[in-house]
């Protein structure tokens, strides 16, 4: 490479990564808009489960042909980019395979194995999309994805083919360059995969096999920061928020919820004869009660926002919903897409109004979910068990419950009717205390 190429590298180097630090920048920010949340303890936990679930891929396995094809993917396209390291030092100073003398026989081991995974990627991937687009498995034809998330899914097989059939492509003309009398390439690297490639070269001259090995190698690496801010407007996000999620993922049991701390406050008062009745009210007498629930993502606390980025829009919370099986108008997949996508359209008006939100006359309740997605709700768990990053879409439905029937007292009809009985008469049933026990009468 001359001088021209190693500078026109830099340059695309920094526009590259520029970008994608942008959107990582406009990311953190986003989901910074949500609530705090305290989610630092128990950090042991914490790294065993970022470990197991998302470096492991222990949930993704349990339905063992996805998994494993899944891992096949994860592991070959995370390990093959350890490549881009060498690619970058080698376009900066014009040099070739520069590792290559320092690591011997471990880099030999190194690309032959990263050739291997390149065909295991191709393979994964190519059944990926036969399951999409001819099997057409029911979570990915289902209609709440449609449009631009049920076409990214596509994209993102298709950019991961070129990407590997281009590394494939530059490492058999490297090796034909290196095999040539006089070698244009020193030796370095072995090619279980590419020395079945490489006769295609034979007959070409030096100089046309040099030509193609540079343009496989620009469109390969132009190919990795393309698809590095590709990221940003897609759910393959999932690659790099899956070991946060999973690390600041909620650690209490299954359904054990949350209480509003200024609710507990006016229950103790009420059972509590002697206590203070101003104890419960704010310091400053001028500050706004705070809200109770969520209508809108800004109510929401930062991890289920994080949540909403990382989603991976696979569809297990929403095949294994009993609520959506029944033909009910609840999609957990959706619940997360859409709160997704309120935050992205939130952040734009942030952008667009320099730092600021102004109001858009919207929320993420009925704008983008309605009432009747969040009744159906039977609160079973079944979406946060399948999910295999740990999401959690029942958290987010039932804060957005807890809006409907504090702020709104837009309950349905028949929790409206328990709740009068709970206060009423001490049971959900419409007994007074007094006949509460003549069922043990009637024989």
């Given at each position: 490479m001359s001088y021209l190429d190693n500078i026109l590298f830099a340059i695309l180097l920094i526009v590259g990564f520029g970008f994608f630090a942008a959107s990582v920048k406009k990311i953190i920010r986003n989901i910074n808009l949500g609530v705090d949340v305290n989610r630092k303890d128990n950090s042991k936990a914490r790294w065993k489960n970022m470990a197991l679930i998302a470096l492991g891929q222990s949930k993704m396995v349990r339905r063992p042909v996805a998994g494993i094809l899944h891992i096949f993917v994860y592991v070959g396209f995370i390990i093959i980019n350890i490549e881009l390291l060498e690619i970058i030092i080698d376009g900066l100073f014009g040099t070739h395979r520069i590792f290559a003398p320092y690591l011997g026989v471990v880099y030999d081991v190194l690309i032959a194995s990263f050739e291997i995974l390149a065909i295991l990627v191709i393979f994964a991937v190519t059944v990926f999309w036969i399951r999409r687009n001819f099997i057409r498995l029911k979570r990915f034809i289902h209609s709440d994805l449609k449009g631009f998330p049920k076409s990214d899914a596509n994209y993102i097989l298709y950019f991961e083919t070129v990407l590997m059939i281009l590394f494939l492509l530059m490492n058999a003309s490297d090796l034909h360059l290196q095999s040539v009398p006089g070698g244009v390439f020193h030796k370095a690297g072995s090619f279980p995969i590419s020395q079945f490639i490489a006769p295609i070269f034979n007959?070409?001259?030096?100089?046309?096999?040099?030509?193609?090995?540079?343009?496989?190698?620009?469109?390969?690496?132009?190919?990795?920061?393309?698809?590095?801010?590709?990221?940003?407007?897609?759910?393959?996000?999932?690659?790099?928020?899956?070991?946060?999620?999973?690390?600041?993922?909620?650690?209490?049991?299954?359904?054990?919820?949350?209480?509003?701390?200024?609710?507990?406050?006016?229950?103790?008062?009420?059972?509590?004869p002697n206590a203070d009745p101003f104890a419960a009210a704010p310091a400053d007498e001028n500050a706004a009660p705070s809200k109770f629930g969520?209508?809108?993502?800004?109510?929401?606390?930062?991890?289920?926002?994080?949540?909403?980025?990382?989603?991976?829009?696979?569809?297990?919370?929403?095949?294994?919903?009993?609520?959506?099986?029944?033909?009910?108008?609840?999609?957990?997949?959706?619940?997360?897409?859409?709160?997704?996508?309120?935050?992205?359209?939130?952040?734009?008006?942030?952008?667009?109004?320099?730092?600021?939100?102004?109001?858009?006359?919207?929320?993420?309740?009925?704008?983008?979910?309605?009432?009747?997605?969040?009744?159906?709700?039977?609160?079973?768990?079944?979406?946060?068990?399948?999910?295999?990053?740990?999401?959690?879409?029942?958290?987010?439905?039932?804060?957005?419950?807890r809006y409907l029937v504090m702020e709104q007292s837009a309950a349905p009809m028949s929790l409206n009717a328990m709740m009068t009985n709970i206060e009423n008469n001490g049971a959900p049933w419409?007994?007074?205390?007094?006949?509460?026990?003549?069922?043990?009468?009637e024989n």
């Amino acid at each position: 490479m001359s001088y021209l190429d190693n500078i026109l590298f830099a340059i695309l180097l920094i526009v590259g990564f520029g970008f994608f630090a942008a959107s990582v920048k406009k990311i953190i920010r986003n989901i910074n808009l949500g609530v705090d949340v305290n989610r630092k303890d128990n950090s042991k936990a914490r790294w065993k489960n970022m470990a197991l679930i998302a470096l492991g891929q222990s949930k993704m396995v349990r339905r063992p042909v996805a998994g494993i094809l899944h891992i096949f993917v994860y592991v070959g396209f995370i390990i093959i980019n350890i490549e881009l390291l060498e690619i970058i030092i080698d376009g900066l100073f014009g040099t070739h395979r520069i590792f290559a003398p320092y690591l011997g026989v471990v880099y030999d081991v190194l690309i032959a194995s990263f050739e291997i995974l390149a065909i295991l990627v191709i393979f994964a991937v190519t059944v990926f999309w036969i399951r999409r687009n001819f099997i057409r498995l029911k979570r990915f034809i289902h209609s709440d994805l449609k449009g631009f998330p049920k076409s990214d899914a596509n994209y993102i097989l298709y950019f991961e083919t070129v990407l590997m059939i281009l590394f494939l492509l530059m490492n058999a003309s490297d090796l034909h360059l290196q095999s040539v009398p006089g070698g244009v390439f020193h030796k370095a690297g072995s090619f279980p995969i590419s020395q079945f490639i490489a006769p295609i070269f034979n007959g070409m001259s030096n100089e046309l096999v040099m030509l193609l090995f540079e343009v496989f190698w620009w469109l390969h690496i132009v190919g990795i920061l393309i698809f590095m801010n590709y990221l940003y407007f897609s759910k393959h996000l999932h690659i790099l928020l899956a070991f946060p999620n999973t690390y600041f993922a909620n650690l209490n049991p299954e359904g054990q919820f949350d209480n509003l701390e200024s609710v507990t406050k006016e229950v103790k008062l009420m059972m509590d004869p002697n206590a203070d009745p101003f104890a419960a009210a704010p310091a400053d007498e001028n500050a706004a009660p705070s809200k109770f629930g969520a209508s809108d993502v800004q109510d929401l606390n930062w991890v289920q926002l994080l949540n909403a980025y990382t989603c991976t829009e696979c569809g297990r919370c929403t095949s294994a919903c009993p609520a959506n099986q029944t033909g009910k108008k609840l999609s957990p997949r959706k619940i997360m897409m859409d709160t997704r996508d309120r935050l992205q359209e939130v952040g734009k008006n942030i952008d667009a109004n320099k730092g600021v939100f102004v109001p858009d006359n919207k929320t993420l309740l009925n704008d983008y979910i309605t009432p009747e997605e969040l009744w159906a709700c039977t609160s079973c768990n079944a979406c946060v068990e399948e999910c295999p990053v740990n999401i959690s879409p029942l958290s987010i439905i039932m804060d957005m419950r807890r809006y409907l029937v504090m702020e709104q007292s837009a309950a349905p009809m028949s929790l409206n009717a328990m709740m009068t009985n709970i206060e009423n008469n001490g049971a959900p049933w419409q007994y007074s205390q007094q006949d509460r026990l003549n069922w043990k009468n009637e024989n």
